[in-house]
């Protein structure tokens, strides 16, 4: 979380830019799911209050399903509103950032860290070209209640506008600027929740804003493209910029313009962005909402609001509502797995770790944040402990993960099966299992009970490899003869089978 560059060179680091075609804002991205058949209009009126959000889920219980875009509201309302824009579609992850979206998951690990190395600068365009500037409204012509803002749970607190939002907050001490995600339910035309949990950035450059005496500035635009949606869920470290890894996932330099209410940026392709002042000791009652877990998160309790000072809108905008659910009905789905499992892979690599050999944080797992399986090729005694030992604790899986688990090389740790077969023939729980305390959590988790005992947690970090102080004596594991796999793959259409052969991590020499 650099101090953002803006400039119009856009200065790229690590590879040179690729063949990648990628769609530039919400709209593009709209138009290329729906020629490849992954959005689904819907005509028909929903009432906002749960009736979307059930659609949504009831629509995307299968990891196939599509995007939908609501158009039609039983009320009246200035927009549209797009649900399970990523979900459980690697395909749409894909699309996103211009792969092709029949890669497997191993193979969209591998790509995206390669993408991710690449860093682009945003770039400053004038205000006149930003397309979120067709409407701008200051004061009391702001409304944000004529916009479709969803209710999706029946215990919700209100409805929320902020779940597929992407927050702009600035250290007061460096100028550095953090992007992040964080939930916020409208309170009225003008009032906007903001809602952060202990130890992310947003929050931490409110707390300093506040301990100098003075409010916090916040930009926070709704209807973004999924690009800022990914990087702004994802855990940096402290001193990397967001939008650098925006512009090098998109292949291009992230457009922002220039506020009229601040001096935050906004972004310029953004299909709704407020600008606004956090106050210090401004607060409404937020919440319950339903959360990424499958459970609500946090009882009902005062939490700090956003006075909005300028709204600027495209014409019938297009607001992202990101429905928190149990897998695969989350917004934070396959997209966050394969993210996240690159940044980890890449953590562990930077921290010096040899023979990492796949790594995976299973989307079902808590939409990727409860359990991370890493694959390994044992090189010394040890390896395993330290390979456990970091990645509990490396920045992109410290937060919430409470399942560690690490398989040799012939595992594929995409492969639930697998993972299974060797935590059940490889790891005795007696001896395999050791447990790390008071760790980063959430004040989301309902395993914690009590929510004062929180966001503290822990860590079971399990080694279901062989052990290497008797890998002679592990019995031989069946595999494929490489030969026999090879002659059979050159002959898979002869045999009259669908598709390609799966590949093997794995065979016998």
């Known amino acids: 979380m650099d101090e953002v560059r ?5 200065p790229v680091r690590g590879p040179t830019a690729d063949e990648r ?5 919400l709209r593009e991205f709209l138009a290329v ?7 689904k209009r819907i005509a028909a009126a929903v009432d906002l209050d749960e009736e979307l959000a059930a659609v949504t889920y009831l629509a995307s219980r299968r990891e196939d399903a599509p995007a939908l875009l609501f158009s039609s509201f039983t009320e009246a309302a200035a927009g549209s509103v797009l ?6 579609s690697k395909r749409r992850y894909a699309l996103a950032i211009g792969l092709d979206p029949d890669l497997a998951t191993r193979e969209l690990i591998l790509r995206t860290r390669d993408i991710m190395k690449r860093r682009i600068a945003p770039v400053m365009i004038d205000a006149a070209t930003a397309p979120v500037n067709e409407v701008i409204h200051q004061g009391d012509a702001i409304d944000l209640t004529k916009l479709p803002v969803p209710r999706f749970w ?5 409805r929320y506008i902020g779940t597929g939002d992407i927050t702009f907050t600035r250290d007061p001490a460096t100028g550095r600027i953090n992007a992040g995600v964080y939930r916020q339910m409208l309170h009225g035309p003008r009032r906007v929740g903001m809602y952060c949990s202990p130890g992310k950035h947003g929050r931490l450059d409110r707390e300093a804003w506040w301990a100098s005496g003075k409010p916090c500035p916040v930009v926070v635009a709704y209807g973004i493209d999924p690009v800022l949606s990914m990087v702004g869920a994802q855990v940096f470290g402290s001193q990397d910029s967001e939008l650098d890894f925006a512009g090098g996932l998109q292949g291009r330099g992230v457009e922002l313009a220039p506020g009229i209410a601040g001096d935050l940026p906004i972004p310029a392709r953004a299909e709704i962005v407020i600008e606004g002042l956090v ?9 319950p909402l ?3 877990t499958g459970y609500y998160g946090n009882l009902r309790a005062p939490q700090p609001v956003i006075e909005v000072t300028a709204l600027h809108m495209r014409r019938n905008p297009i607001l992202t509502g990101a429905l928190m659910a149990r897998y695969p009905s989350c917004e934070i789905g396959a997209y966050y797995a394969i993210m996240r499992s690159a940044r980890i892979w890449d953590s562990l690599e930077m921290l010096g770790v040899p023979g990492i050999c796949g790594v995976y944080a299973h989307p079902a797992a808590a939409s990727g944040w409860g359990m991370v399986v890493v694959s390994v090729k044992q090189l010394f005694a040890g390896h395993v402990a330290q390979v456990l030992a970091l990645t509990a604790q490396c920045p992109a899986a410290a937060y919430y993960t409470k399942w560690i688990i690490a398989v040799d090389e012939d595992v594929d740790p995409t492969e639930i099966n697998d993972v299974l077969w060797a935590l059940s023939t490889r790891c005795n729980p007696s001896e395999n299992i050791d447990i790390q305390r008071n760790t980063w959590s959430t004040g989301l988790d309902p395993s914690q009970g009590p929510s004062d005992g929180r966001p503290y947690g822990s860590k079971a970090l399990i080694d279901a490899c062989k052990p290497h ?3 002679d004596q592990f019995p031989q594991s069946t595999l494929l003869r490489c030969s026999v796999y090879e002659r059979v793959s050159r002959r898979w259409s002869e045999f009259g089978l669908a598709g390609e052969p799966p590949e093997m991590t794995a065979l016998d020499e």
């Open 21 to 25: 075609v990628c769609p530039q804002d």
């Open 469 to 471: 102080r008797y890998r």
């Open 33 to 39: 799911i729906e020629a490849a058949g992954e959005l």
């Open 83 to 88: 649900t399970n824009m990523l979900g459980a």
């Open 154 to 158: 029946p215990r919700d607190g209100g």
């Open 6 to 10: 803006l400039d119009t060179t856009t």
């Open 279 to 287: 106050h210090p000791g401004a607060t409404e009652m937020e919440g």
């Open 290 to 292: 339903g959360e990424f």
